[in-house]
């Protein structure tokens, strides 16, 4: 089974999916954690961000490895656990112009599907998900949430790693990446048609996992009382 989360930065599609994967007992893939461990390898590489062959052969180099579980994921280059130097602010201003790249593009969006034949039922969150990578989801949602209150969570996600910013900051940082993500040509944040819309600006976390289990049971994708999911078009057992 294939859930894909799509939407804007701080619409809360991440904890979303996590959770969710977490009810389900099923990993989640955080493809924005891709584009981010890409990034810190090209600049530890000192690659120059527009040289876009140079770019591609970052990404297809593939130094980074990504273990994915229900409840977490952990994010390795060359060997070093950079789950959290991903998170940072530099990264964070870096990653639009690696997300841009088409090659980029290209060589990530190839493994998101490697990732989802060989692991059979996820949940996956980011940009395209249910647009590009997977047009054939079980299920797709797209949250979406007032553009304040996406800053707001940014900035208390910020925090908490202990990032000195205020808030003008990460509100020019989410309008700069929502424009960015919008007007790409490769890969832009759309909305797919056949999405499950959810604002998640008035909702707890909890009520966000509550309704997307809900639509999971009404498209019968899990039994009526179970979180387990059932098997789906997509279903395949995991490999062992
Ligand atoms: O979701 P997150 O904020 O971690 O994503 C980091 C960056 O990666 C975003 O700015 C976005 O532009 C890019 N991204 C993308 N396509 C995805 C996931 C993330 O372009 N599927």
Redesign the pocket.
């Known amino acids: 089974m294939i859930i894909t989360i799509?939407g804007p930065?701080g619409s809360g599609k991440?904890t979303a999916a996590r959770k969710v994967a977490a009810r389900l007992g099923i990993p989640y893939l955080?493809?924005?954690?891709?584009?981010?461990a890409v990034t810190l390898a090209a600049l530890e590489d000192g690659v120059d961000l527009r040289d876009e062959e140079a770019l591609t052969r970052v990404a297809a180099a593939g130094d980074y490895e990504l273990d994915l579980g229900p409840t977490h994921i952990r994010v390795t280059l060359r060997g070093r656990d950079v789950t959290e130097e991903i998170r940072s602010m530099c990264v964070?201003d870096h990653?639009?112009h690696?997300?841009a790249s088409p090659g980029v593009?290209r060589v990530?969006v190839e493994k998101q599907r490697e990732i989802g034949r060989r692991l059979g039922s996820i949940v996956t969150?980011?940009?395209?998900?249910g647009s590009v990578?997977f047009p054939g989801a079980d299920i797709k949602f797209y949250m979406d949430a007032e553009v304040n209150k996406r800053a707001e969570r940014r900035l208390h996600e910020l925090w908490a790693e202990g990032e000195e910013v205020t808030l003008e900051q990460v509100l020019a940082n989410v309008r700069e990446?929502d424009r960015?993500?919008a007007k790409r040509s490769a890969?832009p944040?759309t909305e797919p048609a056949d999405a499950i819309r959810i604002d998640t600006t008035a909702l707890s976390i909890g009520e966000v996992v509550k309704l997307v289990l809900t639509h999971l049971r009404r498209a019968g994708l899990i039994g009526p009382g179970a979180d387990k999911p059932g098997r789906g078009p997509h279903s395949e057992p995991p490999s062992p």
């Open positions: 799509d930065a991440s955080d493809t924005g954690a891709m584009y981010r964070n990653t639009r690696i997300a593009r990530l969150e980011g940009r395209d998900q990578a990446r960015t993500d890969g944040l």
